[in-house]
């Protein structure tokens, strides 16, 4: 399905002979230049948004007397705008050429990012300002990601998209162990303002890294429409096939209660373990490892049958072990227990991207795209509640709560939808 949108000649062009781990199986879609290129640029602007959520957080920490409800509200400014950008973003990338609009949103996160480090070395940073800049990178990411995983049809030929997505995936699981890790002891030398700087240069260079790239140069299609039209059209096309309306479902559920952690960490850090920063990087970066465990195992595959079966078992799973990592309280129960949720989270996301874009026509595949990122901006409807809960009752029992009703909403998808686990 999919495969009358693949370009063969340019696939084959793009296999350039490549040694070393791009002739292993796990590896096999490096060996096409075109996705080479994408995932390393991936991987910079992916370790510069992980090394961004560690030293945003830390400022947030420090401007804002330790609230955890603060650090939701400013994940919010972040993670909201993706539900109102993405779509045009999805549309966007399926009337444009995708490469460019990487290129540009990468460019203009680059200088966001360094007016914010400017702000901070001054001593002028204030929390607003920080509720400010998270809505405008926020905006350029929702510009970005639709035509990022759109792009990877391109470069890539249909049996290899679940390698090639988790492959992506991978790069910015990777950067989830690298990016905490390095942030959370660079500031300690540098300062927040001197991270910032880094960032801005690693989202530069992501940018700029993709100007070679071959895919994503022309539109997949024109368009005489208004954009709002391209977009109801993506929706009706989605509530029209089954298939793609679950997918969308079971992105948003562990979006809504399977991230909060991710919001949280700082805070339930500082309640449960009285970690500094360099101890805050560490807790990042096992949810890293265990998601570059999960990703590359997912794309040593060649098959996987039942595919949806898969991702009812890993959202279920997702909320049992946030329930019983929010009880810990030791580095020696919360450590195995943030490797296992980074794990079944990045399983589970590749998998329902995989299947998003083998169950979509080329010409709606930046729009359904778009779907999946936008459930990513719906993070803080439980962000922020939860937030405001963890002020109450502590946030261990609030993340608690968040796992548990994930595992409920998911035995409930899955008797209400009852055909969901035999997608392919």
Do not use: C
């Not at 350029?140 to 035509?147: K, S």
């Not at 874009?357 to 439980?382: D, H, K, N, W």
């Amino acid at each position: 399905m999919g495969s009358e949108g693949v370009q063969s000649p340019n696939h084959e062009r793009r296999v350039d002979g490549v040694r070393g781990p791009a002739r292993l199986p796990v590896f096999a879609s490096l060996g096409y230049f075109d996705f080479r290129r994408l995932w390393v640029s991936t991987l910079a602007s992916s370790t510069a948004f992980n090394m961004q959520m560690i030293t945003r957080g830390w400022l947030v920490l420090s401007l804002a007397n330790d609230s955890p409800l603060a650090l939701s509200l400013v994940m919010m400014s972040f993670a909201l705008p993706l539900t109102v950008v993405s779509p045009f973003g999805g549309a966007l990338a399926d009337r444009f050429p995708r490469k460019r609009i990487i290129i540009l949103s990468q460019t203009g996160n680059a200088f966001i990012t360094l007016v914010l480090a400017t702000l901070d070395v001054t001593g002028m940073i204030r929390f607003w300002h920080l509720l400010a800049f998270g809505l405008l990178n926020g905006s350029l990411i929702g510009l970005n990601m639709p035509g990022r995983q759109a792009m990877i049809s391109e470069m890539v030929p249909e049996e290899r998209i679940m390698n090639a997505v988790s492959l992506n995936n991978s790069g910015m699981n990777l950067t989830r162990i690298l990016g905490p890790s390095m942030a959370g002891v660079l500031i300690i030398f540098m300062g927040t303002a001197g991270v910032f700087y880094l960032i801005s240069g690693a989202y530069l260079f992501a940018a700029l890294w993709l100007r070679p790239v071959g895919a994503g140069s022309t539109a997949s299609r024109r368009s005489g429409q208004k954009v709002t039209t391209d977009i109801v059209d993506g929706l009706a096309y989605v509530s029209r096939e089954p298939t793609l309306l679950g997918l969308v479902v079971m992105a948003v559920l562990p979006t809504l209660f399977g991230f909060s952690y991710f919001a949280l960490l700082p805070a339930w850090a500082r309640e449960a373990l009285d970690v500094g920063s360099e101890g805050l990087g560490l807790l990042m970066t096992m949810t890293g490892a265990g998601a570059l465990a999960g990703t590359l195992a997912l794309a040593s595959l060649r098959e996987l049958n039942r595919r949806g079966l898969v991702l009812l078992a890993a959202s279920a799973s997702w909320g049992v072990i946030l329930a019983l990592f929010s009880q810990s309280g030791s580095y020696g129960t919360a450590l195995p227990m943030l490797f296992f949720l980074g794990l079944v989270g990045a399983v589970y996301m590749s998998l329902n991207m995989t299947l998003m874009q083998i169950y979509s026509t080329p010409e709606m595949r930046g729009r359904v795209m778009s779907l999946g990122i936008m459930t990513f901006g719906l993070m803080p409807l439980s962000a922020v509640p939860f937030g405001a809960l963890a002020e109450v009752i502590g946030t261990p029992d609030a993340l608690g709560i968040s796992g548990l009703t994930l595992l409920g909403l998911t035995v409930g998808f899955a008797l209400f939808y009852r055909t969901f686990s035999r997608i392919a």
